[in-house]
Each structure stands twice: as structure tokens, then as C-alpha cells.
């Protein structure tokens, strides 16, 4: 089964840029799902941060919008988020997932173990 | 935004049945989902497309949805099944897609 697996650096710095890799196993990219990003504050429910398709169409937070950035690379069959002007408020574990389709919206159904990102100096 | 509810809490007895509802304007119309978040892990889809069970979940997990309310019941709870639970969905606009605020299943 499908095998997802984020990468980033753990710490970064207010007013900086939080960038992480989600490298997808045992499963193409290119395949007929959504890849996207959910994130968890310590202690704190889930958020929905956004999607992508292998095509390039993405689907964003409203909330994120502004400062988000998600990209595919099928070649190496991962995807990227990148989230600017990161805040305390942006510390939170963040997972990938792979978003199935009920043949009208997506829902995670795989998802990575997640990593912890801290924002702060 | 839109918003799915959630109690913060639900507390049974091993054994006892456990319901979990989730609230939202447009779950007459568009379907829920479940996951359940055990501690320090990664969330595991529990229910897709308001009550069908992925292989491998035990079938003492069950939802229904009615309404604008969706409800996760898990029957015969057991010590293992402690932990958090959350309902997704999604608003009229695709954009919007959400998980509920989360609610704390003990069994004790």
C-alpha cells in the first residue's frame, strides 16, 4: 500500500520560510488521487492546509492562501509545501496524506507519520 | 467558514456504547468522514462517505448520517479504542474542506 514520508527541517525562524517534501512510495504520483497537507498544533486539532494533483491544480486553505505554495515533482514522485512569514502560530506537526475521491470531493486516506515544526528564534 | 461541531468529550464504560455526533450545515448534501487519532499517531480513516468501513476496521465501528448531523458509534467500546476522533467534510465549496474540532473518547 501507498507509503508517504515528510522531510523538512524541524526548526525555523519567525518571518521565514517552512518547507517540507513529501516523498510518496509504493504508489505513483501520477496516479488519479489528490496529494495534500493537514497540520496539528501541539495539543490541538486538525487543519486542513491544502492539495495538488499531478497535473499542477491545486486546491488551497482560504485562511493559507496568501503565503501558501504547493508543488508536485512527478519525476521524483513527491510533493512540497512551502508556507512564508511563518509565525508562532505555524508551529504544528505537519502530515501529507493522499486525498481520495468520492467523485465529488477528497478525503486523506493515507497518510505520513507527520513531522514536528517549531517557529521560533 | 464553515465549520464542523464536535462534543470535546465522550466518556463510557468497556462495553458500553459510544457515540460521537458531528454537526454542519452542509452534511445534508455532502458526506462525512471519520478518523481516529490515537496518541503520538498519525489520524486512521475510520468511516468514508457517511458509513462504509475500510478493510481492516473492526465493525464495532459504525456512523449514519441524518440532516446536518453525522454520528460515529462504536459499539462494545474497548480500553483500546480510547482516543480522539474527527469528522471531515466539506462545504458546497470544494474550497472548504474541514475537520471537526475533535472529540476525546475515554473508556474507563
Known amino acids: 500500500q501507498v507509503q508517504l514520508q515528510e522531510s523538512g527541517p524541524g526548526l525555523v525562524k519567525p518571518s521565514e520560510t517552512l518547507s517540507l517534501t513529501c516523498i510518496v512510495s509504493?504508489?505513483?504520483?501520477?496516479?488519479?488521487?489528490?496529494w495534500g497537507w493537514i497540520r496539528q498544533p501541539p495539543g490541538k486539532g486538525l487543519e486542513w492546509i491544502g492539495s495538488i494533483y499531478h497535473t499542477g491544480n491545486t486546491y488551497y486553505s482560504p485562511s493559507l492562501r496568501s503565503r501558501l505554495t504547493i508543488s508536485v515533482d512527478t519525476s521524483n514522485n513527491e510533493f512540497s509545501l512551502k508556507l512564508s512569514s511563518v509565525t508562532a502560530a505555524d508551529t504544528a506537526i505537519y502530515f501529507c496524506?493522499?486525498?481520495?475521491?468520492?467523485?465529488?470531493?477528497?478525503?486523506?486516506?493515507?497518510w505520513g507519520q507527520g513531522t514536528l515544526v517549531t517557529v521560533s528564534s | 467558514s464553515y465549520e464542523l461541531t464536535q462534543p470535546p468529550s465522550v466518556s463510557v464504560s468497556p462495553g458500553q456504547t459510544a457515540r460521537i455526533t458531528c454537526s454542519g450545515d452542509?452534511?445534508?448534501?455532502?458526506?462525512s468522514y471519520w478518523y481516529q487519532q490515537k496518541s503520538g499517531q498519525a489520524p486512521v480513516l475510520l468511516i468514508f462517505e457517511d458509513t462504509k468501513r475500510p478493510s481492516g476496521i473492526p465493525e464495532r465501528f459504525s456512523a449514519s448520517s441524518s440532516g446536518t448531523m453525522a454520528t460515529l458509534t462504536i459499539s462494545g467500546a474497548q480500553v483500546e479504542d480510547e482516543a480522539d476522533y474527527y469528522c471531515y467534510s466539506t462545504d458546497s465549496n470544494i474550497l472548504h474542506r474541514v475537520f471537526g474540532g475533535g472529540t476525546r473518547l475515554t473508556v474507563l
Open positions: 496524506a493522499r486525498d481520495s475521491s468520492d467523485g465529488t470531493d477528497y478525503y486523506p486516506d493515507y
Open positions: 452542509a452534511l445534508p448534501k455532502k458526506y
Open positions: 509504493r504508489h505513483s504520483i501520477s496516479g488519479p488521487y489528490y
